[in-house]
């Protein structure tokens, strides 16, 4: 007998076959059960330290699984989809995982049957396609300017997080503050709504919730930086600049070689001269205000405040293009080329104030921004994170409907809708794939299912009712009642999702499944003791 042929690494650890589909589904599994608990109005939080012993304490998907470490390559992938649905769309990231996992499971029974994969992924992209096409005929419109439906969307969006108690501040802080950063694109006709850059969210701990409010102009953490400079100006000329008022220092190391005692009060005197130009020239537009990204010399500082000029040095790149906008000036790059028209005057107040040890500049009363800041307060850092994490949510569901303005009913009911339909569509379908094809139905029943489960109600008795009543026509918007865990129609309680963010989860849920059914071999290297590394990289297989 030959010798064994070793064509893998000593230490890498290869899994195949079955072994893997079904390892697969069951890491699929354990992440949607980490957060099971976290979908619906009565979700829990759950608290997660980090390494270095902060604190997270959340219902929101994506940041619980952004928080947890996990060696399964599957379940990386799951947490992944979290961040993606995050990133897209801003809300449905629990759902989108309870989902994705449920798939996984009902894809379990099939493998079991020795079921080929590739049988399985056709019917799963089958039903995708016609998920979407139902969800399209289920969705109705609305008027996106109408403030009263805006803040119906935006409360359903909310009355799962924690910030649902001060829900109609909420509402209304997000819909004033995505309403100001939109921006009509006149040449192209599309609608910017950039939040992320132009509404920024500023936490100041102290005093309580219902003292948070969304500014009409910027607030930033700095102070003047001569003690002298005036701290309220009404109606302020503002200037925005990213240079340095202060005297050019060479980008290596300069050698100077001074012959007479008097070269060296030359230098200071030429160092003075041009600090004096560069602040005469800014001197001359009569600012009463100016921001600049660099430093200020003491000198510039002196000669600004004898001119009753207010300066403010070191501001970020996004906070200068923030003010920018809220104020209608725009960034200069060198003193020298200031025009009259660069000059903000938009902007109706400006004043610094003070919270607990720390000054802030606030420039209010802005005639039309289109840049804002949310100043949110609270008792403490945890709260507060937690706000912003609700606010950013409702601020991006403001967003979506405002771009894509399509609703359907919440509350589990385009689940149960689409599940119905998708159920009388299998009757018709011949072969094995029909079966993979009613279990992606019944497996869109888990978001109603835990909404119940999540309310302590009986599951059974109540999934059955709200079953029986899709069944009989004209009862596509009923759902389950998130408080009491009863089924009610989502039309009386006004709780509506946008397309957008429905789409989302489907697709990204159904596309997971898809892509970690397909695999079928993992080889992971493990590390020598030497600190080298074996080749790590999972192969799917062809369709």
Known sequence: ???????????????????????????????????????????????????????????????????????????????????????????????????????????????????????????????????????????????????????????????????????????????????????????????????????????????????????DGVMVNKDVTHPAMRRKIENPRILLLDCSLEYQKGESQTDMELSNETDFEKILQMEEEYIKRVTSEIIAHKPDLVFTEKGISDLAQYFLSKANITAIRRLRKSDNNRIARACGGTVCSRPEEIREEDIGTGAGLFEVRKFGEEYFTFITKCKDPKACTILLRGASKDILME???????????????????????????????????????????????????????????IIPRTLIQNCGASTIRTITALRAKHAADGNQTWGVNGETGQIADMKDLDVWEPVAVKLQTYKTAMETAMLLLRIDDIVSGTKKAEGGEGTGNAAPTGQ
């Not at 029974?109 to 139902?134: G, N, S, W």
């Not at 100001?180 to 609608?191: E, I, P």
């Not at 912003?388 to 771009?403: F, G, K």
């Open 1 to 215: 007998m030959s010798a064994p042929v070793l064509v893998l690494n000593q230490n890498s650890k290869r899994e195949s076959g079955r072994k893997v589909q079904l390892g697969n589904v069951a890491a699929a599994k354990t992440i949607a059960d980490v957060i099971r608990t976290c979908l619906g109005p009565r979700s829990m939080l759950k608290m997660l330290m980090d390494p270095m012993g902060g604190i997270v304490m959340t219902n929101d998907g994506n940041a619980i699984l952004r928080e947890i470490t996990v060696q399964h390559p599957a379940a990386k992938s799951m947490i992944e989809i979290s961040r993606t649905q995050d990133e897209e769309v801003g809300d449905g990231t629990t759902s989108v995982i309870i989902l994705a996992g449920e798939m996984m499971t009902a894809a379990e029974q099939f493998l079991e049957q020795k079921m080929h994969p590739t049988v399985i992924i056709a019917a799963y992209r089958k039903a995708l396609d016609d998920m979407q096409e139902i969800l399209a005929e289920l969705s109705v419109s609305i008027d996106p300017t109408e403030k009263s439906e805006m803040r119906k969307i935006v409360k359903s969006a909310i009355g799962t997080k924690f910030i649902n108690k001060w829900a109609d501040l909420a509402c209304d802080m997000a819909i004033k503050s995505v309403s100001t950063v939109v921006l009509d694109n006149q040449s192209t006709g599309r609608r910017e709504i950039d939040i992320k850059r132009y509404a920024k969210v500023e936490k100041v701990p102290g005093g309580i919730l219902e003292d948070s409010e969304v500014l």
């Open 387 to 445: 706000v912003e994490r609700n606010l950013q949510d409702a601020m991006q569901v403001t967003r979506n409907v405002m771009i894509n303005p399509q609703l359907l009913p919440g509350g589990g009911a385009v689940e149960m809708a689409v599940a119905q339909i998708m159920k009388e569509k299998s009757k018709s379908m011949t072969g094995v794939e029909q079966w993979p094809y009613r279990a992606v139905a019944d497996a869109l029943e």
